[in-house]
């Protein structure tokens, strides 16, 4: 039986990826994380093999909660085969993303850290108890290559840009440590893709030159490459298409 956790599963990608899931593998035990599970579809609040836990990435003391309420659910003792940080934020009401220096705001900087960095790590940490156990430990972070340094030629976005290479480097950190405490386990970025999402969906126009997929599609082609994964995986960051992106 595959015990998987997602956070952030009221998000287009999340949603998408836990729906995946549950049809690739019968067997399956998900949990998802979001902030308020009430507004989740119908199917999935009352699905036998889900459940369904309130968690706030930008609250530090939730992952505790989790911790605790997860022990009803999958004990450490069984521990989480595959983890799935699905959480991100890039605007939300007056938090855009910034084309200029002048509009960059610390209440966004911090806000953006909290939900796409932060929050990752802080999940991790209340999780490490479940990674212990002998089989292989899939960590994927969903990242985006705008959080690439090295592919960065556009320059704006700072709060997102940022906070996702924070989240990458977040992951790269953890792929030294973790092997250390939990091995075998494979810790990895992975690049989405362009995805029609409440995300993506104010940039419509200036996307219109790109490839972009439907959630169901992006959730497909991640979890493929997720399924993919083995420790010698770990510490990568990846593209939906299997491909290393830059650092």
Same mark, same amino acid.
């Given at each position: 039986?595959?015990?998987?956790?997602?956070?952030? /599963?009221?998000?287009?990608?999340?949603?998408? &990826? /836990?729906?995946?899931?549950?049809?690739?593998?019968?067997?399956?035990?998900?949990?998802?994380?979001?902030?308020?599970?009430?507004?989740?579809? =119908?199917?999935?609040?009352?699905?036998?093999?889900?459940?369904?836990?309130? !968690?706030?990435?930008?609250?530090?003391?939730?992952?505790?909660?989790?911790?605790?309420?997860?022990?009803?659910? &999958?004990?450490?003792?069984? #521990?989480?085969?595959?983890?799935?940080?699905?959480?991100?934020?890039?605007?939300?009401?007056? &938090?855009?993303?910034?084309?200029?220096? =002048?509009?960059?705001?610390? +209440?966004?900087?911090?806000?953006?850290?909290?939900?796409?960095?932060?929050?990752?790590?802080?999940?991790?940490?209340?999780?490490?108890? !479940?990674?212990?156990?002998?089989?292989?430990?899939?960590? /994927?972070?969903?990242?985006? +290559?705008?959080?690439?340094?090295?592919?960065?030629?556009? #320059?704006? !976005?700072?709060?997102?840009?940022?906070?996702?290479?924070?989240?990458?480097?977040?992951?790269?950190?953890?792929?030294?440590?973790?092997?250390?405490?939990?091995?075998?386990?494979?810790? /990895?970025?992975?690049?989405?893709?362009?995805?029609?999402?409440?995300?993506?969906?104010?940039?419509?126009?200036?996307?219109?030159?790109?490839?972009?997929?439907?959630?169901? =599609?992006?959730?497909?082609?991640?979890?493929?490459?997720?399924? #993919? &994964?083995?420790? =010698?995986?770990?510490?990568?960051?990846?593209? !939906?298409?299997?491909?290393?992106?830059?650092?």
């Amino acid at each position: 039986m595959t015990r998987i956790l997602v956070a952030g /599963v009221s998000g287009a990608i999340g949603g998408a &990826m /836990v729906e995946a899931l549950l049809d690739r593998d019968e067997e399956s035990l998900v949990v998802g994380l979001c902030r308020d599970p009430s507004t989740l579809p =119908e199917p999935l609040r009352s699905h036998s093999r889900v459940t369904l836990l309130a !968690w706030d990435a930008e609250d530090d003391q939730s992952p505790g909660v989790i911790a605790q309420a997860l022990e009803k659910t &999958m004990s450490a003792d069984n #521990g989480i085969d595959t983890f799935i940080y699905a959480a991100g934020l890039l605007h939300d009401g007056p &938090m855009f993303p910034e084309k200029r220096l =002048e509009e960059l705001q610390a +209440k966004s900087m911090a806000r953006a850290f909290a939900v796409n960095a932060t929050g990752f790590a802080l999940l991790v940490q209340a999780l490490l108890p !479940w990674f212990r156990h002998r089989g292989l430990k899939r960590i /994927v972070a969903i990242s985006a +290559k705008v959080g690439s340094i090295e592919d960065n030629r556009l #320059g704006g !976005w700072y709060a997102y840009r940022s906070s996702k290479a924070a989240l990458n480097m977040l992951v790269r950190t953890l792929s030294v440590e973790l092997p250390r405490r939990c091995k075998p386990i494979a810790c /990895v970025s992975l690049h989405p893709g362009t995805t029609e999402s409440a995300l993506s969906d104010p940039f419509r126009q200036s996307l219109a030159q790109l490839q972009v997929h439907s959630a169901a =599609e992006t959730a497909g082609n991640l979890l493929t490459v997720v399924e #993919g &994964m083995t420790s =010698e995986d770990n510490g990568r960051f990846l593209s !939906w298409d299997g491909s290393e992106l830059p650092w």
